[in-house]
């Protein structure tokens, strides 16, 4: 007879985070019961019983901090713990806590349905007769880990062995003895690499089976560091506080600000060296590009060949195992004892797969093939290929959500997540270190106590308001899952073929699983979004649901960063200095630019402005001309810069359209106020077009383009040019461009502070450019225009967190509506400046992609680049 139970509260899962969150829930008074395959506590640690299996976090960091007792009553006894301890740990808290009483082992949740009406999950599990039971919950939490599910592996042939087969990730409890056996391991990652020394010191014959080399450094086992001890004793709760805002949830490890290619070989070397000798996962990235530049990268990966090279004796074989088809940390890497040096035994063979390929399991053991096919006999076969990482468990379960939605399809093309914490149109569904969030990418005790810990109070809330469930936004989780991305991009992380991106399961979506922005930062954004009135999620209750819609990461994380350097340095706002003091300090901060890419030729000269002669700035690409051009107007709201002052980014225009980049320094306020860059403007676009030859430029293929002030200078030369019947201009590439004097656009309520242009700075420059009564005319006006129509087609870009948002996005409307062929690129995440940072910031680069692909449309088939 099947058996239902009502509770509160369901969690699937008895390892370290479903434990710690039954104890939760049974101090803030909820019912709770946990669902739990195995026959004990532990998750990870029960199942993964295999010769060497040890955690590669050190113990003094791999503890709970919940339970300060804890602290004083568990004594680790090693630097890194082997398997049986931690067990034992998980076992001495369960005892402690009493918690194995709400836990049901043995049985295994097989599937869940969210009902609307009740506002609770029906869980089922394999238990009772052949109905099973069910556990009736209004939440439900999975808490199933990430590396639970052993992929199954995807080998020719398997099945059909008849000799011994065993799994890294379910070995037997009573254990295996391989002495006197001939065995295969195949796999080369964390559980290979442990289990590999152990196992060849007992068998006959070891013969490992390797797709993938991995990285490993030496775990130096032994006591718990001194230094290490003397820290955390000296204020445990200190301690753990600092893990909690850490990087990867471990404290006290430095963030360096130096670039390994920023020192000398013999410097370098010395860091790694450090690093090999320190063992110790946190620790291994002594500098601060390896996670992003390739070529940085390589300097570590080069010293880690170097070792293997060293300690192993047949140079055939040490070449086989540096990994050269990742870069260093791209897959996890290994802490190991004597794997390298295993491969110096007589009785270990080392197979190459990529050379001889697995053809097939067969009976009695694995036949490749090759240019040397071979027939292999084993005695035992040892699968270490790793796990359906982070997805896999809660994906496991058959879920159905509200409207019959089934989690696996919502999942079809990846995990859609709000903070790794929730998804949209699964109320009231909790994941532990879900997809999404740091964890496997920290120490996971701290990441899953942290979502205990927000899971819990957000129960708790859901109760002292009287409301039945929590759901995220679409928006707030599309926004998550873009911003995880984003950082993810601007590392070298998603380049490997890693269990991070999914790639070591056959079929499953490509995408970068883990948050990788850090413990720390991922807090604040947890704490932000409690903070903000659960920003992001829908509450409801019996008086109805409350949307608080909205993005909690929204700015890019480069710009981010960006804008916090900035504000650290606490420079005076611009338009508290005198226009001489604003013109010196722009041109200081010009000087720590990166150049921004060569170009074939730079020109300097002059040409003949609306009154005077006026300076140009001539970008030629490396190619054979003659080319076409673009009369470019820069930045500085009229009053600052000059046609050097865009150089980065004229530079980054030229390479990328392929067209000869005029910058040109037109008249500036408050010396020369309108209509002064409006006229030069124009008669830079006359001049060029009248002197095309002498330039080598293509008088026909002639585009304007302007970032800012620039962008309303370029839009004004194109109304002139149509009304005065030429030149012809072909296109206009308008960046955040200045168009209207109407400060009353949300954009510069919402935007006018904190992302670099000011309103304030705005009206500085408006006030130095042009009276008020003279600012509705067209020409700095340019939206209120009588007419857009006839205008060139234009490519208008306008960014999410710029006060000129609005006017920009109003102008490339305008344009449309006049009948004018538009693209409008809508620059999420991005502000006035970010775009022409060139080398600076990653993320706005496919803006400038999109930039230099206008410009080769305006001109057509005659651009090659
Ligand atoms: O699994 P893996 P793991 N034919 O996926 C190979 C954590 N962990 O269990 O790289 C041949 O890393 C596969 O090759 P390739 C830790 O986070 C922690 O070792 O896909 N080979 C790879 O070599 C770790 O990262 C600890 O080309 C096949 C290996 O099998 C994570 O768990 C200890 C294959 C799988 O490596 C997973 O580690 C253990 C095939 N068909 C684990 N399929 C510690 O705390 C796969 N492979 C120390």
């Known amino acids: 007879m099947s058996n239902s139970t009502q509770v509160d509260v369901v969690i699937v899962g008895a390892g370290f985070a479903g434990m710690y969150q039954l104890q939760r829930m049974r101090s803030a008074g909820f019912s709770a019961v946990v669902i739990e395959a195995g026959d004990g506590v532990g998750g990870t640690w029960y199942w993964n019983r295999y010769p060497g299996a040890r955690c590669d976090i050190l113990t003094v960091d791999y503890s709970y901090s919940w339970d300060p007792e804890l602290e004083t009553e568990w004594e680790w006894t090693e630097r890194y713990a082997t398997q049986p301890e931690i067990l034992r740990y998980a076992n001495f808290v369960a005892d402690k806590h009493d918690l194995r009483r709400d836990i049901r082992f043995e049985t295994r949740v097989t599937s869940a349905q969210w009902s609307e009406d009740d506002k609770r999950w029906t869980v089922h599990t394999d238990a009772g007769d052949g109905a099973g039971d069910t556990v009736v919950a209004q939440h439900f939490v999975m808490a199933t880990g990430c590396l ?129 000798q320190r063992g110790e996962l946190g620790q291994l990235s002594p500098f601060s590009d390896l996670g992003i530049n390739a070529e940085a990268n390589d300097t570590m990966r080069q010293f880690l060949h170097g070792k293997i090279r060293e300690i192993v004796d047949d140079p055939a074989v040490a070449e086989t195992l540096c990994p050269t088809n990742h870069y260093f940390a791209t897959k996890r890497p290994c802490l190991d004892t004597g794997y390298y040096a295993t491969f110096n035994r007589d009785n270990v063979r080392l197979v190459d797969l990529l050379q001889a390929p697995i053809e097939s399991i067969t009976e009695s053991g694995i036949d490749t093939a090759g240019t040397s096919p071979e027939s292999m006999e084993f005695d035992a076969i040892v699968f270490a290929t790793g796990f359906d990482a982070m997805t896999g468990a809660i994906v496991g379960v058959d879920i159905t959500g509200r409207d019959g939605m089934s989690l696996r399809d919502a999942w079809a093309a990846g995990p859609m997540t709000y903070l790794g914490l929730m998804t949209v149109g699964f109320p009231n569904l909790y994941m532990i270190t879900g997809p999404g969030s740091p964890s496997v990418l920290s120490n996971m005790m701290v990441s899953i106590e942290q979502h205990v810990d927000w899971i819990t109070d957000t129960l708790d809330h859901l109760r002292m308001t009287e409301l039945d469930t929590i759901e995220p936004t679409e928006l707030a989780q599309r926004k998550w899952v873009q911003h995880s991305n984003d950082i993810a991009n601007m590392t070298l992380l998603p380049t490997a073929n890693s269990w991070y991106m999914g790639a070591n399961v056959p079929g499953k979506p490509s995408v970068f699983l883990p948050y990788p922005g850090g413990v720390g930062a991922y807090r604040e954004a947890c704490d932000e979004v409690v903070a903000q009135g659960y920003l992001g999620f829908t509450l409801a209750g019996p008086s109805g649901a409350t949307t608080n819609d909205g993005v909690i990461r929204a700015v890019k994380p480069d710009v981010a960063a960006m804008l916090a350097i900035i504000e650290e340095m606490g420079l005076p706002p611009i338009e508290t200095m005198s226009v001489a003091e604003a013109r010196g300090f722009m041109e200081a901060s010009a000087e720590l630019r990166p150049p921004g890419p060569d170009v074939g030729e730079i020109v300097d000269g002059t040409l003949q402005g609306a009154d005077g002669e006026l300076e140009y700035r001539l970008y ?186 609005d006017e920009g996005d109003a102008y490339a409307a305008a344009l449309a509506a006049a009948g004018v062929e538009v693209e409008h690129l809508q620059a999420e995440g991005q502000t006035h400046t970010s775009t022409g940072a060139v080398d600076v910031l990653i993320t706005p680069t496919v803006t400038r992609e999109a930039m230099g692909n206008a410009l080769r449309g305006f001109f057509g088939a005659t651009v090659s680049v």
């Open 620 to 805: 030629r690409p490396d190619s054979d001309g003659p080319h076409p051009v673009v009369v470019y107007f820069h930045g500085g709201g009229w009053v600052l810069g000059d046609h050097m002052s865009d150089d980065p980014l004229c530079r980054d225009l030229c390479v990328r359209s392929g067209a000869v980049i005029v910058s040109v320094n037109y008249r500036h306020a408050p010396e020369a106020r309108f209509p002064a860059a409006a006229d030069d403007g124009f008669a830079a676009v006359q001049w060029v077009a009248a002197h095309a030859d002498e330039l080598g430029v293509l008088s026909d293929q002639l585009a304007v383009a302007g970032w800012s002030a620039g962008g309303n200078v370029a839009a004004v030369a194109c109304q002139q040019a149509r009304d005065a019947g030429g030149p012809a201009i072909i296109g206009q590439l308008l960046l955040n461009p200045a168009t209207d004097c109407d400060f009353s656009r949300p954009s510069f309520s919402a935007n006018g502070e904190g992302f670099t242009l000011t309103t304030a700075l705005m009206m500085w420059f408006w006030d130095h450019y042009c009276d008020p009564e003279q600012r509705m005319d067209p020409k700095a006006s340019p939206l209120r225009a009588e007419s857009l129509a006839g205008l060139p087609r234009a490519m208008i870009v306008t960014c999410e967190f710029d006060p000129l948002r």
């Open 148 to 276: 639970s599910v052993p992929k199954i592996p995807d080998v020719p042939g398997n099945g059909r062995f008849q000799g011994e087969v065993y799994s890294t990730g379910s070995w037997p409890h009573e254990g295996v003895d391989f002495i006197g056996k001939r065995v295969a391991v195949i796999g080369t990652g964390s559980s290979g690499i442990q289990s590999i020394p152990i196992i060849a010191e007992q068998a006959a014959q070891l013969t490992v089976f390797q797709r993938t080399p991995n990285f490993s450094l030496p775990a130096h086992h032994g006591p718990i560091a001194d230094e290490r001890l003397v820290e955390y004793r000296a204020d445990p709760a200190a301690y753990r506080e600092e893990a909690k805002h850490s990087r990867i949830g471990v404290p006290g490890i430095p963030i360096s600000e130096v670039s390994a290619l920023d020192v000398s070989a013999e410097e370098r070397n010395a860091a790694y060296e450090e690093s090999w």
